[in-house]
């Protein structure tokens, strides 16, 4: 099956010849929810825009289903729900009224638009405000409304911009929950972001771009497998004393390490899951008590990093 | 498996037309509950309240025939329409980027054409509402103090919607060019209140007939109230040593100007569509 999002040497070029986005080339493939990662500046919400008609490309091709959005952006956009960095929202209206506005553009009637508005606004916990105006919203709130419109008519494809970006702690952690809930639905996500934690945790897919060429993409799975070093954080009941070091370091694996408490220490390792319990059995046999001993959830970064340095 | 069912989404498109009447009627709704329309009522509850009632409590002496006393409603009408072409099209398209409810909306299906013109009728439908508004009080008023009414309010009126919708086309083609609000009121307020009527105070000097001037055209308005009809003359002032300076008086013809104005849409709309559709979404 055709990847539902396809872009084909995307290039923009602004006003005294900057190029935020090179040449891309992208393929989403179905049901995936992919991470488009990036730095600041990468390239990531130019291309969003570009594919959700909002900028225009200055050459190359983005296809949403098949259909061009250069050639019939509506048709092309008929089937995808999108937060485009944060939106703003009409004060006047109030969520279940906005979700009615945007609803009967898509075609769908008032009755319709209720009862899918109810469960959304349920879903995105703003069923006690759907009769207040969007004026007074958080941003927070008003974040979570634009995901309750983008699925508003059960759309096979969701594009999101950096949608916890400028949320506070709670309404971050709000918007993953939501996120999550995405990735048991059936349909193909593309979410922006930089914040690598957050793609390891709800990507099944992730594409890395810089300067606004796409450096790699692929299952966040396989990029992890290409990260050959691993940091393991480790938590004792006994800490690891001078001159344990350079028995830690004989360890096989062990490229290094870096106490960060009186009782933790970082270990930065290479090797697979056998190699993992090894290097526990000998933490253990150094007499130190292991209370937690986890990889710690950078590996993506470890790649980030590298592949960016590459770039440069 | 939630999209299972899902509907076919391109099929259920509603068709450009559908979707302006719908863009069209969230925008009315934007005017109905915004503080500017409130604004203007009370605007135009004080100008009729004052015009009808300053004269009885000064005294004064109101005209009997219904054409002439609503003329002085009448005067003020050109004023409104500035103040509501202004109020309701000067920030139009310039607040979708502004304020990024564009983000909200444009990623949506449906045409740039389609949003510009819905939101034009939506200020189309407003500007002559207050029209109405106004006019239908200062006939009841007229008819109260006179015991009659004049046809010739009514075209007065119709001809005010049209100049209406030129200067709301105006207005929405600044505030296709501006990049912020308070830039395209302002432009839209002035031009249409000083700057397009001094040079059409200015052209006759040259013997410049400012027949292509929209605010020339708008004068129609209260010209429209006087039978019959004025047309142009020359008329001189003395100015000393018993020599006189001659000045040609110019009137718009109804017509032509209806012409004119019909341009004016048709010009700004098209000029401001393109624009709005050539807009990026930048922050």
């Known amino acids: 099956m055709d990847a539902p999002i396809q872009v084909h040497g995307l290039t923009k070029v602004y006003g005294g010849g900057f190029r935020a986005v090179d040449a891309l080339e992208l393929n989403v493939p179905s049901r995936s929810f992919m991470g488009f990662l990036g730095p600041n500046g990468a390239g990531k919400t130019t291309s969003i825009k570009i594919i959700t008609n909002m900028l225009t490309a200055t050459s190359g091709e983005a296809f949403i289903n098949g259909v061009s959005v250069m050639r019939d952006p509506k048709t092309a956009l008929a089937d995808v729900g999108a937060v485009v960095e944060t939106p703003e929202f009409y004060p006047y209206l109030t969520p279940m009224e906005t979700l009615h506005y945007l609803g009967a553009l898509r075609g769908m009637s008032v009755g319709e638009s209720t009862n899918r508005g109810r469960d959304l606004l349920d879903m995105v916990k703003l069923t006690e405000w759907k009769d207040q105006r969007v004026g007074k919203f958080s941003k927070g709130m008003k974040q979570r409304l634009a995901i309750a419109q983008a699925l508003l008519t059960q759309p096979s494809v969701i594009i999101l911009d950096e949608p916890t970006s400028g949320l506070d702690p709670r309404g971050m952690v709000e918007v993953r929950d939501i996120l999550k809930q995405l990735r048991k639905m059936d349909v193909t996500v593309l979410m922006s972001s930089h914040l690598l934690n957050e793609v390891q945790e709800v990507c099944t897919d992730v594409s890395l771009i810089n300067r606004g060429k796409l450096l790699r993409s692929g299952s966040v799975a396989d990029l992890l497998d290409e990260v050959k070093a691993r940091k393991i954080e480790v938590k004792t009941m006994r800490p690891l004393t001078p001159d344990m070091f350079d028995r830690l370091r004989s360890v096989p694996g062990v490229k290094g390490f870096v106490v960060t408490g009186d009782l933790s220490f970082a270990i930065d390792f290479e090797g697979e899951e056998d190699a993992q319990a090894r290097l526990l059995i000998e933490l253990q046999n150094l007499g130190l008590m292991v209370v937690s001993f986890k990889e710690s959830g950078l590996a993506l970064e470890s790649l980030y990093m590298s592949l960016i340095m590459e770039s440069r | ?283």
């Open chain 2, 1 to 283: 498996m939630e999209n299972a069912n899902v509907v076919n989404n391109r099929e259920r498109l509603p068709s450009d037309l559908q979707q302006i009447v719908t863009v069209a009627k969230y925008d009315v709704l934007k005017h109905l509950r915004s503080k500017r329309l409130l604004g203007l009522i009370i605007l135009e509850a004080l100008l009729l309240g004052l015009t009808f009632g300053l004269p009885i409590v000064l005294g004064a002496d109101a005209a009997e025939d219904p054409a002439d006393y609503m003329s002085a409603f009448i005067g003020w009408a050109d004023i409104l329409i500035v103040i509501g072409a202004t109020m309701f099209a000067g920030d139009a398209i310039v607040s979708e980027f502004q304020s990024r409810t564009g983000y909200l909306l444009f990623p949506n299906p449906v045409k740039r054409s389609s949003i510009f013109i819905g939101k034009y009728l939506s200020t189309l439908g407003i500007i002559a509402l207050m029209l109405v508004i106004y006019y239908g009080v200062a006939a009841l008023l007229t008819f109260v103090m006179t015991g009659g009414g004049t046809v010739l309010a009514l075209y007065s009126m119709l001809f005010a919607c049209v100049y209406g919708a030129a200067a709301a086309a105006l207005g929405f083609l600044i505030s296709s060019i501006f990049k912020g609000s308070t830039g395209s009121l302002v432009l839209t307020f002035f031009a249409l209140l000083m700057i397009l009527p001094l040079i059409a105070q200015l052209l006759p000097i040259g013997e410049i007939k400012p027949w292509f001037m929209l605010t020339f055209c708008g004068s129609v308005i209260s010209y429209i109230m006087i039978e019959p009809y004025p047309v142009d003359a020359m008329d001189s002032i003395p100015i000393g040593n018993g020599e006189f300076m001659t000045y040609w008086s110019y009137y718009p013809e109804v017509w032509l100007s209806l012409a004119v104005l019909a341009v004016y849409v048709v010009v700004s709309l098209g000029l401001g569509m393109y624009l709005f559709k050539r807009r990026e979404m930048v922050s």
